[in-house]
């Protein structure tokens, strides 16, 4: 729902807030590649904090590492939201990642959260797993999905490039209207089917 997940009233992402917040809200578990984005905070400079909004088995693990790193004190762990609340969860953050990992019986299918935070104009880096890239399109930043570094560089240039990020959250809302709303859905399978027909 595009009304919904809509931009903050005055056009921005993120806090406003001291310092620059990544997010990533979803099940904490090791294929949605959750590790990755702790190391890769390790590599991101100080000011540029990480909150992991979600529940799963993975959460101790994650802290631990956070914490064998040295940026326990900038990781913060919120309990899973209820669907009302994520549009406003989105809304404050500077960036979200999903930087989602292929295993033997998964790849990422679709990455849901992506087009809720493109919806709220909020930039997104993804993984190149499954499906994501193709969510993504050039409305976002893909990386090879485990390379630890090159996810810490997309971050970087997010947090650095306002322009960039910018840029990126247009870019992102638009193609949620143009391909993700329910009306788009429609008139795609719409256009489908009038092509089957007239080659039937």
């Known amino acids: ?13 993120g806090t ?10 979803g099940r904490l578990v090791p294929e949605k590649g959750v590790a990755d984005l702790v190391e890769a905070l390790a590599l991101l400079p100080g000011e540029v904090r990480l909150r992991l909004v979600g529940d799963g088995g993975q959460r101790a693990e994650l802290q631990a590492r956070a914490a064998a790193l040295g940026v326990a004190g900038r990781v913060e762990f919120v309990p899973g939201v209820s ?5 406003g969860v989105l809304r404050g953050l500077d960036a979200l990642a999903l930087p989602s990992r292929t295993m033997p019986n998964w790849k990422e299918q679709f990455g849901r959260v992506l087009v809720e935070a493109m919806s709220c104009g909020v930039p997104v880096v993804g ?11 050039d409305a976002g930043l893909v990386f090879p999905e485990g390379d630890v570094r090159a996810l810490a560089q997309a971050l970087r240039r997010l947090f650095e490039d306002g322009a960039l990020r910018a840029e990126l959250g ?12 329910q009306a788009a859905v429609a008139q795609r399978y719409y256009e489908i089917y009038r092509a089957m027909i007239a080659c039937g």
């Open 83 to 87: 669907s009302t609340e994520v549009p």
């Open 170 to 181: 247009r870019r992102g809302r638009a193609r949620v209207l143009e391909r993700y709303t």
């Open 127 to 137: 993984s190149s797993s499954g499906e994501i890239p193709h969510v993504i399109g």
């Open 1 to 13: 729902d595009p009304e919904l997940f809509a931009p903050a009233e005055d056009g921005s992402a």
């Open 16 to 25: 406003r807030g001291p310092g620059f917040v990544i997010g990533y809200v």
